[in-house]
């Protein structure tokens, strides 16, 4: 166990520039010359505006007279009325980058607004599909600096943002390479404070990235082995960051996993993703808990694919049995610690949700990287498994 957290502070440069520890949010204005940003918008949401770790910020941002603007009309599943309104907040203000601090939601809105700053197409003309990133005018793509305030998500060093769409209450994924942050600081002591049910819901959302990237079936070493190293840091550290919020090294240990998730999720996403984005879009319920709830009826679905990716987890972290089903046992046993509802009845999903949601996620990006094919009636019944705790 590592006991000094004062050794988990460095500079990474994969897959960005990445400032890592505890109290270095001091190098912002650092960053922003790094990244070559004179005049940033400050993009994060409105529970996180107003409280201590918004003001540090701010704070060193004006005492390094670094002139910059404050947006924060950002929803919990972003929506493209956030992204017209960012915009907006951007060209008026003269701004040339963004600071894109807390988390999922300010990320997905921060990185849309740089991507979308100089772009004469509407942004769903970019969604992740084919070839259409080349669409975007890469001169048109504002500088990023990300700032994460949770575990979970990994958007900091991810290329894409989540936007939903109105016409169709679908979740778009908006994809460019230039939509990486130039500089990422990742500071630990920024999450602290996270309620204890937001810091279960962030870390099951880390670890269902890992997780489906490991069983996914596209071949992609590199992503399989942070994958499974990102699975190790949430077993050992989620249940502590839930139970002791100060505990710097555990937040440490999560803040990686997180970043680790999303890299390893290059090799492809799944059916947890294709479940949870309709059902967010269409009920409002948190990414994170959503995917915590799916993961168990996912896994109990696809193990026939997977058996020997199962069992292969288990051994690397040594659970019990060290069997397909001992990663089962451990999902559910580390849901009830960090009190996860078991089925998404609990979440306020009943069967109305259907079949629009089956349908959804079938046409959603993630189902391409589930290992069992799946069509609409295959989610239907994922669906009414995970509503009524069908294993």
């Known amino acids: ?220 070493p590199m992503s399989a082995g942070i994958a499974l190293e990102g699975m190790r840091l949430v077993k050992d550290w989620l249940p502590t960051a839930v139970a002791d919020g100060q505990n710097i090294t555990a937040r440490s240990q999560m803040l990686i996993a997180s970043s680790m998730g999303a890299v390893a999720f290059q090799k492809g996403l799944g059916a947890m993703h294709a479940m949870s984005h309709p059902t967010s879009s269409l009920r409002g319920s948190h990414h994170g808990l959503t995917n915590a709830v799916v993961m168990p009826y996912v896994l109990a679905f696809n193990q026939p694919a997977i058996d ?13 049995g060290r069997s397909a089903d001992s990663v089962v046992d451990w999902v559910l046993a580390l849901r009830r610690e960090l009190g996860i509802p078991h089925t998404l009845k609990e979440i306020g999903v009943d069967e109305s949700i259907l079949p629009d949601a089956a349908r959804m996620a079938e046409l959603d990006p993630s189902n391409g990287g589930n290992p069992t094919p799946l069509v609409a009636a295959d989610y239907d019944r994922l669906f009414r498994n995970a509503i009524h705790g069908s294993l």
């Open 1 to 220: 166990m590592l006991d000094n957290y004062a050794s988990l502070n460095a500079n990474w440069s994969y897959p960005t520039a990445i400032r890592f520890g505890a109290g270095r949010i001091a190098e912002l204005p650092a960053a922003l010359v790094a990244a070559g940003i004179g005049r940033p918008l400050f993009v994060t949401d409105p529970g996180l505006v107003a409280l201590p770790i918004v003001g540090k910020a701010l704070a060193i941002l004006d005492a390094a007279k670094v002139p910059y603007s404050v947006f924060s009309k950002v929803d919990g599943n972003p929506t493209l009325a956030n992204l017209d309104d960012g915009l907006a907040a951007y060209r008026a203000g003269g701004h040339d980058g963004v600071i894109a601090f807390g988390g999922g939601s300010a990320m997905d809105i921060g990185k849309t607004i740089a991507f979308m700053a100089g772009q004469a197409r509407p942004v769903f003309d970019f969604e992740d599909r084919a070839d259409w990133w080349t669409r975007a005018d890469p001169k048109g793509i504002a500088p990023i600096i990300a700032v994460p305030t949770t575990a979970g998500t990994g958007s900091e060093v991810g290329r894409a943002g989540v936007i939903t769409d109105p016409s169709d209450h679908t979740k778009k994924i908006i994809f460019h390479p230039l939509m990486l942050p130039k500089v990422v600081i990742a500071d630990p002591e920024l999450t602290v404070d996270l309620p204890a049910k937001i810091t279960a819901w962030t870390g099951m959302d880390a670890l269902s990235h890992s997780l489906e990237a490991w069983c996914s079936p596209f071949f992609h």
């Open 308 to 320: 020997e990716k199962l069992a292969a987890l288990a051994r690397y972290l040594d659970l019990p």
